[in-house]
């Protein structure tokens, strides 16, 4: 199971830098446009960036749940599930980090 736990750990750690690269240029952009669909990126990013930093809080901080996530109490399909939710968004965030950077 834990193998399930290290992907979907590191797939939220890197969700969380790429959304705190996009938000920073985002609202770069909204600061020096302020075009209504760079507010709805930045809203759109600072949101994701909160349920990805809340996922990493559970998995890594939280002494109740992270215990939990780390034992063999979680079925291995919802392991694999949560992961490949991670991995799907992960997927996406850094293809708008490189059309965002382009």
Known sequence: MSFWF???RFSAG???????A???????NYLQFRS????????????LLGEN????YIY???PMLSAWF??????????????GLHVLQTVGLLFLVWVTWD
């Open 22 to 28: 996009l938000v920073w240029v985002w609202g770069r």
């Open 60 to 62: 890594l901080v939280d």
């Open 14 to 20: 890197l969700n969380v830098v790429l959304l705190l």
């Open 36 to 47: 209504k669909h760079t507010l709805g990126l930045v809203m759109f990013g600072g949101f």
């Open 70 to 83: 780390a034992s063999e109490a979680v079925p291995p399909v919802a392991w694999r599930a949560m992961m």
């Open 53 to 56: 930093a809340l996922a990493l």
């Open 6 to 8: 290290d992907v979907a």
